[in-house]
Structure formats: structure tokens, C-alpha cells
């Protein structure tokens, strides 16, 4: 079976800075990626071309074989609609309550009954281990919490492919632990094929199937977190020795 | 003693040459007018395209409609109150001179109709719904609510742009006719009540002198003004970045942008209908 997502010679610049240069990357269906990195090294830039948010200076992006580099308007809208993205800062609407925000991808492309879009919200609130908060609005919620709402909402309409935009940034290590079972809760029950953005190593190594390193614009390393904890790229070596270092 | 470098005017290349600078900030500045104008055409464009096709988002439209236009009523007739009361004033005290009092009345009705009404209206929907515009449609875009908007298959011009817009070229006319009657009450109160003039002269010589078309012009005028008001909130809002500065300054170029954009319009509106 192809990869459901292909990423090839992909080259991006934003001035005179050359933040992607000639990247190739496949992500087989149902897994988890994780692209790891550090600050700055392009990770976001990355996962905004396989949404279509960004378009490249040069490459492809294939979803599903489709090439959605071209496409825009209604063509693109399509593409979408088989990804949920749950964004750094969860990206909540905050003028929306809890429940307004987890509903809006039902109310705006799914026709259902009220009653029917209450049930689908309850039910994935669930999921993600919120009760009784659905009246609340994000400034009320903690950070983990509002992570939380924010898969909620991404996985509302039962989507291919989930992008993790650093999921456990600023979090504390319980809420960390607690995103991380979230992540691989939602690929055992899900199914789906999860894109975990991060410079966090604990993390990465618990949820990963395969790891990208991206430094410098490339992906300098890639495989399963065995294989990369064995590379002898400096790159590599150097970020991970931060962590592995110290255990 | 002096090196070479302090006695040739040629060796001093890091010397600012304060022409040359003038010259590129001047050049700068219309590049980034041009660009920011070219940004603007081609998203009211993207308005008008969004604005005719379906979902019609009329609940987002109706909350806008409420926004702009009801919330900005007792603001504009207190100034239209307050600017008839003033015309009457003044224009009295000149008047009085050679014994016209009589057109105190027309001139007050006149000049809120189609110049002081659709302007002043314009600047306060500006002051209080464009600057919540700028500063809500720039928040949204640095916390990646617009990001989040565009990932759910949703139109952020439609969704968030077209029922904005659309306020205030509806609103802006509407607040304009507020605006034209509490400004004539109010020149009215100060011609009639306090400078002792008759109420029949004062309402006769309006209606002799103010014709609908002049009403008409003002209208016209405000939904120029409402468009293009909303327009430069929206634009400079939806492309804020940089954080709480960024959206500070983006939320500073709409308000002056807007004020340009009226007084400029003005202009050149009146121009083109007459």
C-alpha cells in the first residue's frame, strides 16, 4: 500500500532564509511520525505544507496519491477534510464555549440533528477524558485541558490523519504523560495516522513508530526510535545526547 | 595625527548619508502603500466572490449587523446631536451679521446631510467597530484560530471577512440617516429654544432647500465609507503578526488608514456625483 502521505524534494524560503531544503519524507497509514528538531529548524513550516496552509517553493505533497500543491478553493476544503490538527496553543476559538468549539467542524460539514452532534460531542470528549465541561470557555481551561478540547475537536469527524503541532510544549510531566496516552489512544481506537511536531525526546521515543530529524532544512535521519538512537549523525547524536545523556 | 581614512571623504563609507536614507524610507513607504492597497483590491475581491456563494452565514451577519450598528446608535446620536447643535451655534452668530437667520435652518440641514453625517458617522463606526474588528480578526490570526479555521475546510474571508464587511457598508448608511436626524433635531433645539427663532421659518426654509438627492449623496457616501472602513480593519487585522505588538500596530494602521481613506473618499466621491 502507498504511504498516505508523500512529501518529495520539498524546498521552502521565507526571505533569504531557506528553511526546507529538498525534503523527502513518507508516512505509511496508520502510524505514528514523529519529526523531531530542534527550535527553529522548519518542523512547523513542515506540517503546514501537508495541510496545505503553506505552499512550497518547489515539491510535491501527496495526500493519498493526489498532489495538493496545485489545488486551492473547494479542491483543497476536500483535502482537508481528512486531516484534524490539534495546534500548538490549541488554537481554541474563544469566543466559542467548550462544546460551540468541538461541534464546529459537525455544524459546518456534517448534517446532523442537534441531538446527534451533542451525543458525537459528549462522545469524543470522553475519548480525550473530559466531563462536565462543555458550558466552559477556553480562558477557563487549563493548557493540558484546552489540548485536550483541541484533539476533541480535531477528531470530531473521524479524520485519516491527525497533526500534532508540539503537543506537550509547557506542559507539565503529568499532563505530558497524560498527552502522550492521548496520542496513542487515538491511533489504538482511532486507527488514524498521527504527525506528532516536536522537540520533545521523552515524548517522541514513547509514541513514535518511526522518527524524522530534521536539521538544517533536511531530514538528516530517519527509522524507527531504535535506529535512531543508534545514528551516528552529529546532528542527532548531539540533540539526543541532551536526554539519553542524562539517564 | 590624522590616517588616511579620516582625510578622504571617500574612505568613510559607514558615515550615514542622511539624503540617501530619506530617499529610501520615502521609496520604502510607497512601495509598502502600494503593496498594501494591491493587498487590499485583491481582498475585496475574495469578499465579493465569498459573499455571493453558499453556506450564507446570516447568523455571523446578523451578530455583525448588531455589532456595528446597533451597539454604535447612542454614540451617533449623541455627535449628531451635539455637531447640529454646534452648526446652529456658530452659523447663527454668522447669520445674525447680515440678517439671515432664516437659513440657519437650511445650512445646518445641508451641510449634516451630505458632508458632516456620512463623515463623522464613518469616523465613529471606525473608532468603535473597526478597531474591535482589527484587534479581534488580529488576535485570531497570531493564536492560529485563523490556521485552525482554514485546517476545518472553512473559509476565514467568508466565515470571519464577508459578514464584517457587509456590516458596514449596510450599517454606515443606516447610522448616517440616525446621524442626519438627531443632528437636525439638535440644530433645531439650539435655532428654535435658545436663539429664539421661528420653529415654522426654521422647518419651511429646510424643506424648500433640502432635496432627497442631497440625503442621497450623503447615503452613497457612507456605504463608500462603511465598505472601505471595514475593508482596511479587516485587511490590516486578518494580516497582523508578531504577537500583542503586532496586533497593536496593525490595530494603529487601520484606525489612521481608515481616517485617510474617509476624508480622501469624501472627495472624491463628491466629485464623481457631481
Known amino acids: 500500500m502507498p504511504p498516505i502521505i508523500q512529501i518529495q524534494d520539498l524546498h521552502k524560503s521565507f526571505g533569504d532564509n531557506a528553511v526546507l531544503k529538498g525534503i523527502n519524507l513518507d508516512i505509511e497509514e496508520g502510524t505514528t511520525l514523529v519529526v523531531l528538531g530542534g527550535s527553529g529548524s522548519g518542523k512547523t513550516v513542515l506540517m503546514k505544507h501537508m495541510i496545505g496552509l503553506l505552499k512550497p517553493d518547489r515539491g510535491r505533497v501527496l495526500v493519498e496519491g493526489q498532489d495538493i500543491v496545485p489545488l486551492d478553493g473547494e479542491e483543497l476544503a476536500r483535502v482537508r477534510k481528512k486531516f484534524g490538527m490539534v495546534f500548538q496553543a490549541a488554537a481554541l476559538f474563544d469566543s466559542m464555549t467548550v462544546y460551540e468549539n468541538v461541534a464546529f467542524p459537525l455544524r459546518e460539514h456534517a448534517k446532523l440533528k442537534e441531538s446527534e452532534i451533542r451525543e458525537k460531542v459528549k462522545e469524543k470528549l470522553a475519548i480525550v477524558g473530559l466531563r462536565n465541561v462543555e458550558s466552559k470557555y477556553p480562558a477557563d481551561l487549563s493548557g493540558g485541558m484546552r489540548k485536550r478540547v483541541g484533539l476533541a475537536r480535531a477528531i470530531i469527524l473521524d479524520p485519516k490523519i491527525v497533526l500534532y503541532d508540539e503537543p506537550t510544549t509547557g506542559l507539565d510531566p503529568i499532563t505530558t504523560d497524560y498527552v502522550d496516552e492521548m496520542i496513542l489512544d487515538a491511533k489504538r481506537e482511532l486507527g488514524v495516522t498521527s504527525v506528532v511536531i516536536s522537540h520533545d525526546i521523552a515524548s517522541a521515543f514513547k509514541v513514535a513508530d518511526r522518527i524524522a530529524f530534521l536539521s538544517q532544512g533536511h531530514i538528516v535521519e530517519q527509522g524507527p526510535p531504535e535506529q535512531l538512537r543508534r545514528s551516528e549523525e552529529p546532528a542527532v547524536k548531539a540533540f539526543l545526547s541532551t536526554w539519553f545523556g542524562k539517564q | 595625527m590624522a590616517t588616511d581614512a579620516e582625510k578622504s571623504p571617500e574612505a568613510a563609507p559607514d558615515e550615514p ?180 427663532m421661528s420653529a415654522g421659518t426654521w422647518l419651511a426654509r429646510t424643506q424648500t432647500w433640502l432635496d432627497p438627492e442631497d440625503i442621497f449623496e450623503g447615503l452613497i457616501k457612507a456605504a463608500v465609507f462603511g465598505f472601505a472602513v471595514s475593508l482596511i480593519s479587516c485587511y490590516r487585522g486578518f494580516n497582523a503578526s508578531g504577537g500583542a505588538k503586532g496586533v497593536g500596530k496593525a490595530t494603529t494602521e487601520a484606525m489612521v488608514g481608515s481616517a485617510l481613506a474617509i476624508f480622501i473618499l469624501d472627495y472624491f466621491v463628491g466629485v464623481i456625483l457631481h
Do not use: H
Not at chain 2, 492597497?37 to 466572490?49: C, D, K, Q
Not at chain 2, 455571523?60 to 448588531?66: M, R, S, V
Open chain 2, 17 to 196: 548619508n542622511t539624503f540617501v536614507e530619506g530617499v529610501e524610507n520615502v521609496g520604502r513607504g510607497v512601495i509598502n502603500s502600494i503593496s498594501s492597497f494591491g493587498g487590499m483590491a485583491t481582498l475585496a475581491w475574495e469578499i465579493l466572490r465569498w459573499s455571493v456563494r453558499p453556506p450564507y452565514r446570516l447568523q455571523n451577519l446578523f451578530a455583525q449587523l448588531d455589532f456595528v450598528g446597533v451597539g454604535s446608535i447612542f454614540i451617533v446620536c449623541l455627535t449628531g446631536t451635539f455637531t447640529g447643535m454646534v452648526f446652529a451655534q456658530q452659523s447663527s452668530r454668522a447669520f445674525e451679521l447680515f440678517g439671515a437667520e432664516s437659513l440657519v435652518g437650511p445650512t445646518v440641514a445641508l451641510t449634516i446631510t451630505r458632508e458632516l453625517a456620512p463623515v463623522f458617522t464613518a469616523l465613529m463606526v471606525t473608532m468603535r467597530a473597526g478597531s474591535a474588528m482589527c484587534t479581534e480578526l488580529g488576535t485570531m490570526r497570531v493564536t492560529e484560530q485563523v490556521d485552525a479555521l482554514e485546517t476545518m475546510a472553512v473559509s476565514p474571508v467568508q466565515y470571519l471577512l464577508v459578514p464584517r464587511v457587509l456590516a458596514g457598508l449596510i450599517m454606515v448608511p443606516m447610522l448616517t440617516m440616525l446621524f442626519d436626524t438627531s443632528g437636525m433635531v439638535g440644530g433645531f433645539f439650539v435655532s428654535v429654544t435658545l436663539k429664539g
